[in-house]
């Protein structure tokens, strides 16, 4: 997250809507079209919701997908009774299935979907209450929450060393001490490792010029050590890659002096990457652009932990898509004026040229647009969809306008019919149903405080939908477990991407089951997949499911469901 004066600025300056890069045509009357850019072809749609009836101004953040197919907020606001920052609702679909809360979305009234209330952090954890942190869904569907750039509304950037787990089940949170002699955690980055650890950075790193990382033992709640990456993490992102790699860019400007944080920097354009099969980081090689905020005269990058010293930048989401490709998006480059950006390609094993994020013309000015603290996903027609704004980042100004474009692989386009209101900085989380969730951040925003459902258009792109070939029985009594095997089912990408702030990945897979004669949807509660990697391709992959309580009975079909794209579907009967 980009520093407290700009989080001050940026909550009154950047009144905000947005625009897309992609193949999907949108359409909103206050848009403003970047100079140039083609607009996305295949036509999407939105949906406004509103969080509790009658309550329009109440502020959620932090979306999380359950595997049970329920989706976890946070609370940041608005309400007359409530602990901000500490307390978690969720939000069931309908009878359908439907996410929406609009009876037009869902085919009637009584189909929509409804918030309840989960258990506070503030029950058990009173101090706690996370801005800006480290977040997964971990395999057995429990949560963990860690660090935070702030806590709660009165400790702006304290990179706090907090932690949180919930365990879904019991519906209860439990404090999770920070790993020994960490001080600080901050708006660290975080990834699920292929075998289901948890792997933490650390914003602060340590005063050597090293990173800090550690592997969390959830059945302990306890972390165990691990080699260290060569540079520091703070404002990277970890990204899973199909060999189960973790990548990430360092952020650190070239040149610090000797003993300095950033000191052991291997070059300006170093990439680092975690292989899981041997405990160590090594680099990846060389990105072709530097992707992170860079102004050598100028301050650009601060971090509490070293306040005052430039010597760091911001960066924008980096995403593993289909096609194989890792594509990283940077912070603001005053010498090449613009967000630049870059792409390794898993085939071949280096990294490749890409364009730098679009301008728009404002005013009769050309301003590049940047994708610095924003939210991505990958749409199932294999698109990155990633929100960006226009405005000078390295002055902590922005100008007003939000844009939403979309990434093929080779080009950008614009989702042009974005509605007002729209975030001006967006968590985005992929359904079970391929649509989008779009929430503001955690410490605050420009939207109007409600959420928004995208439908992209475009069809599924091709031989990354889950495989289901068996299940360890085909009587299924509510309440029992069972087995699914098949292949795919934690999908070709980790689907939506933030970066140090937040981290929200769905590469798992849910289980949904739909009655033949009601069509009434339930989502099994999955645990524990055989591998939590991804792109994982003819692999045979398994994973439990509890039948809910509520499912109707009767002849049935059943299907997993990785990043929104569902598999092949098997014939079922659902009994008490």
Known sequence: MRGVQKMRLIRTARLTFTVYVCLVSLVSANAQQPGGLPICSDIGTWSKQTFLSGADKVQIAT????????????????????HPWQDWYALTPGTKGCYSLNSADCGGAGLV????????????????????????????????VEGGESNLATANRIESNGGAYYNAAANTWTNVNPPAGWANIGDAPATVLADGTFMLGNACGNNSGFGQTALFDEASKTWNSMAQPPQWTSEASFTL???????????????????D????????????????????????????????????????GANS????????????????????????????????????????NTGTERWESSPKLPSVTISGTTIPLSAEDEGAVVLTDGNLL???FAGRVDYEIASGTVYYLEWNGNSYCQVNNVPAGIPGQSEMLTLPTGQILITDVSWGGTGDNNYFIYTPGGTTYPG??????SLSATTLVIGSTYTAAGTQFNGATQSSFFGDDFQNATNYPLVRITNNSTHDVFYATTQNPSTMG???ENLVTTTSFTVPVGATVGASTIEVVANGIPSNSLSVTVEK
């Open 63 to 82: 979306p999380l997908l359950l595997t049970d197919g329920r989706v976890m907020v946070q609370y940041r606001g608005g309400l007359a009774a409530g």
């Open 386 to 388: 990633l929100a960006t």
């Open 261 to 300: 944080t950033c000191s052991t920097l291997r070059s300006g354009l170093n990439s680092e990457a975690y292989n899981p099969s041997t405990g160590l980081w090594d680099t990846l090689g060389n990105t072709t652009e530097r992707l992170y905020s860079y102004d050598s005269t100028g301050f650009i």
């Open 534 to 536: 991804v792109a994982t």
């Open 241 to 259: 890659l199909p060999n189960n790699s973790v990548v990430f860019v360092p952020t650190c400007w070239p040149g610090q002096p000797a003993g």
């Open 305 to 344: 932990c070293f306040a005052g010293d430039p010597y760091f930048g911001e960066q924008g989401p980096a995403a593993l898509l289909p096609n194989g490709t890792y594509f990283a998006t940077g912070g603001y480059n005053v010498a090449k004026n613009g967000d630049l950006t870059s792409v390794y």
């Open 113 to 144: 979907a409804s918030w309840s209330p989960l258990a506070s952090i503030f029950s058990t954890i009173p101090a706690y209450g996370p801005i800006a942190f480290a977040s997964a869904v971990l395999p057995d569907g429990n949560v963990i």
């Open 464 to 469: 990354i939908a889950p495989t289901l070939t």
